[in-house]
């Protein structure tokens, strides 16, 4: 799905930054937290009310997904063990939070009342990181 890529390629360039005075495992750290917080919202949307109530919520959280690749950008590059660290929380975002993203947004792309309610606030959101 196109999150699990976008956050494949998020930590990616967190690996491969340079410069900058912010961390990798900070800015990886808001990046799962985010993760985290997209996957609750969207567990919680499970009619029209709860997806009207969720587009400003996931809006913030998009908001927070572009800081975290700005700041992605900017971090230097760790060193072994620190990327070793990374590339475990990575794969371990993808065993944990990574299916129940895929899993409620395929829940909800098959009911397309609450989609249309949701995907203005979704539309794009492979471009946030």
Request: proline residues 4%; hydrophobic residues 45%.
């Amino acid at each position: 799905m196109k999150t699990m890529m976008c956050m494949l390629m998020l930590a990616a360039s967190l690996l491969a930054g340079c410069g900058g005075g912010d961390s990798a495992e900070s800015v990886f750290a808001d990046m799962t937290a985010n993760m985290k917080e997209m996957s609750a919202i969207l567990t919680g949307v499970t009619d029209e009310a709860s997806a009207r109530a969720a587009v400003p919520r996931i809006e913030a959280v998009r908001v927070k997904m572009r800081d975290c690749a700005r700041r992605a950008r900017a971090v230097r590059r760790p060193d072994a063990a620190t990327e070793n660290r990374l590339n475990e929380s990575v794969r371990e975002m993808q065993r944990e939070i990574m299916p129940t993203i895929a899993a409620n947004q395929q829940r909800l792309m098959a009911q397309p009342s609450l989609m249309a309610i949701l995907a203005p606030a979704l539309d794009g959101m492979e471009n946030d990181l």
